[in-house]
Nanobody, 122 residues
């Protein structure tokens, strides 16, 4: 098990950038598969991006491809989600999740951060 802390959210204008951080406790975090999900009010939690344990393989939701990048800094026990060219429809509570299955399904992940709010205005 790892404890995850999400941070970096905020209120920004459309077209801006934000970088979310997911910092973990636990020495084995570098080997976990880590994903980002988001949930807007009244909507289901949806997949955003996933990063393999080795930090080489990534996958993204179609809605964020070309704008978001997931990466890992093993020395800092942190996974990042760089979000560029933000749109109002990106507004949501963003969560990181860690597990052992490379998946876009929330049920595949056992460890979750508390979430960080991203709000994008026109």
């Amino acid at each position: 098990q790892v404890q995850l802390v999400d941070s970096g959210g905020g209120l920004v204008q459309a077209g801006s950038s934000l970088r979310l951080s997911c910092t973990a406790s636990g020495r084995a975090f570098g080997t976990y598969i880590v994903a980002w999900f988001r949930q807007a009010p009244g909507k289901d939690r949806e997949f955003v991006a996933v990063l393999s344990g080795g930090g080489v393989v990534t996958d993204y939701a179609d809605s964020v491809k070309g704008r978001f990048t997931i990466s890992r800094d093993k020395a800092k026990n942190t996974v990042y989600l760089q979000m560029n060219t933000l749109r109002p429809e990106d507004t949501a509570l963003y969560y990181c999740a860690a597990g052992w299955s490379y998946s876009d399904r929330a049920s595949a992940y056992d460890n979750w951060g508390q979430g960080t709010q991203v709000t994008v205005s026109l």
